[in-house]
């Protein structure tokens, strides 16, 4: 069963002294974005995060980056929200960012084209401000060598 929160993952990579940063085309509204998904049962955010990347970019990590970007999303959007009770009204975004340099990208069929490009371009596609925020935050981390690794 869907828990009640959800995770963000950004995926970048080191192309020589650029880092590009990648945007995810959604199959059913075309809308640009990050990773994303939502946690199940037991599932920790971290759980859910490295689970996420595997199912929607067919590749396996074992390192995550931890960003302190949170955001809040009204259950409306979400098909499992009646199974959470009455008293949810907001869930929970966790963000991370992963680095995958050197590895082949396989698409779900949730997603129907990607783009690595630089921060700029890839802040100007992402649809969602949470995700643009959390975009942010990972540029900055990697510019100032500030990484809070998590490990599968």
Same mark, same amino acid.
């Given at each position: =069963?869907?828990?009640?929160?959800?995770?963000?993952? *950004?995926?970048?990579?080191?192309?020589?002294?650029? +880092?590009? @940063?990648? %945007?995810?085309?959604?199959?059913?509204?075309?809308?640009? &974005?990050?990773?994303?998904?939502?946690?199940?049962?037991? !599932?920790?955010? /971290?759980?859910? #995060? @490295?689970?996420?990347?595997?199912?929607?970019?067919? *590749?396996?990590? !074992?390192? =995550?980056?931890?960003?302190?970007?949170?955001?809040?999303?009204?259950? &409306?959007?979400? %098909? %499992?929200? #009646?199974?959470?009770?009455?008293?949810? /009204? *907001?869930?929970?975004?966790?963000?991370?960012?992963?680095?995958?340099?050197?590895?082949? +990208?396989?698409?779900?069929?949730?997603? %129907?084209?990607?783009?690595?490009?630089?921060?700029?371009?890839? /802040? +100007?596609?992402? =649809? /969602?401000?949470?995700?643009?925020?959390?975009?942010?935050?990972?540029?900055?981390? *990697?510019?100032?060598?500030? +990484?809070?690794?998590?490990?599968?």
């Amino acid at each position: =069963m869907r828990s009640p929160f959800q995770v963000l993952v *950004i995926p970048f990579r080191r192309n020589d002294e650029q +880092i590009e @940063f990648c %945007s995810l085309q959604r199959s059913d509204n075309q809308a640009w &974005q990050a990773v994303a998904g939502g946690g199940e049962d037991g !599932d920790s955010s /971290y759980s859910a #995060a @490295f689970r996420e990347t595997s199912e929607e970019l067919g *590749i396996d990590v !074992d390192v =995550m980056i931890k960003l302190d970007t949170i955001s809040s999303i009204p259950k &409306q959007y979400f %098909s %499992s929200a #009646a199974t959470w009770g009455s008293s949810v /009204y *907001i869930i929970p975004e966790y963000s991370f960012g992963v680095d995958c340099t050197g590895k082949q +990208i396989n698409l779900s069929d949730e997603h %129907s084209d990607l783009v690595w490009s630089s921060f700029e371009d890839t /802040y +100007i596609r992402y =649809m /969602y401000d949470s995700n643009k925020t959390a975009l942010w935050e990972l540029n900055e981390r *990697i510019l100032q060598s500030d +990484i809070c690794f998590i490990r599968r």
